[in-house]
């Protein structure tokens, strides 16, 4: 069983009085903790307002340390120049001397780049007339190969013309040769040609028992005639023989014979014959013209 205790109305107005004192000092306490902390606040505000003014301090030191610096070289700089300022004038005349040889460097290559423009110009021009003469040439040249081919073909056919007269002059010398070897006796004998009388006949020659004329044509040898003649016998008879004529002097038979020979149709009128052929021949090819043309 519990037993309940009643508090006495003189116990609470204690512990009432308590409280509040309590709760005085708490407050007086909160203040002095709330004055604290604002002093802390503005304490740490100055400091930081001193930090910041000794940062602003190092930095103006700085600067003026690199003022320094900069001071100390321009002085170095100072002491120097006139060394500095010789080598910078020295350099000025080296810069002027090399400006002036690349001016007259530059003068010069322009003037090679113009004489170079002209030159291939000029240059040009000739390609132009040279292919134009090359074009005049080529014609020329058509032109000529067309004139010798021509001429060829007038020159191989006169050649033929040419080769078929000299056969025709052949054939007519030849002819002219076997007439007169005819007509005078031309025979062979003691291995020379000789005429009716036995006389050597010039420029004739014997080969292999054969005429040849100056030419060189084999000519056939006259044939020795037969006649019958009368011949008186020992008691005034007359009868007729047959004599043959051979070389030697010219006797009365023989004269007769030549002039009866005479009177006979001549051999030589087939070869006239054969002769005005040949000379049909030659009209037909214009061997006649030919032999005018001048080359």
């Known amino acids: 069983m519990v037993t309940k205790i009643k508090p006495s109305h003189l116990s609470i107005s204690r512990y009432n009085d308590d409280l509040k004192a309590e709760q005085a000092k708490l407050a007086t306490a909160q203040k002095t903790l709330d004055d604290a902390n604002t002093a802390l606040a503005k304490a740490n505000d100055k400091l930081n307002a001193k930090k910041q003014i000794v940062g602003n301090a190092q930095t103006m030191l700085k600067a003026d340390n690199d003022k320094l610096g900069q001071l100390q070289t321009t002085l170095s700089d100072l002491q120097n120049a006139p060394e500095k300022l010789a080598t910078a004038k020295q350099a000025v005349v080296d810069a002027q001397a090399k400006l002036t040889t ?19 110009i000029t240059a040009q021009a000739n390609v132009d007339e040279a292919n134009q003469k090359l074009a005049i040439a080529t014609k020329n040249q058509q032109k000529a190969q067309q004139a010798l081919t ?23 010398a030849k002819l002219a040769a076997q007439n007169k070897a005819k007509g005078n006796g031309y025979h062979v004998a003691n291995n020379q040609v000789v005429d009716s009388q036995g006389n050597a006949v010039q420029d ?11 030419n060189g044509a084999v000519i ?10 009368a011949v008186s016998g020992t008691k005034g008879e007359t009868a ?3 004599v043959v ?3 030697g002097s010219r006797s009365a038979v023989q004269t007769q014979v030549a002039n009866e020979n005479a009177q006979l149709p001549q051999t030589g009128n087939a070869d006239s014959v054969l002769a005005l052929a040949f000379g049909s021949l030659l009209a037909m090819f214009g061997i006649g013209a030919l032999r005018k043309r001048e080359y």
Do not use: F, I, R
């Not at 090679?112 to 002209?118: S, V």
């Not at 021509?150 to 000299?166: F, G, I, V």
């Not at 080969?207 to 100056?214: F, T």
């Open 245 to 247: 004529l051979k070389t």
């Open 102 to 120: 690349a001016q007259n460097e530059l003068t010069t290559a322009t003037n090679e780049l113009n004489e170079l423009k002209q030159a291939a």
């Open 220 to 229: 056939e040898q006259a044939t020795p005639k037969t006649v019958n003649v």
């Open 150 to 172: 021509q001429a060829k073909d007038e020159l191989a056919a006169l050649q033929q013309k040419e080769a078929l007269a000299k056969q025709v002059a052949e054939q007519q």
């Open 240 to 242: 007729s023989n047959a």
């Open 204 to 214: 004739w020659a014997v080969k292999n028992g054969q005429m040849l004329d100056p």
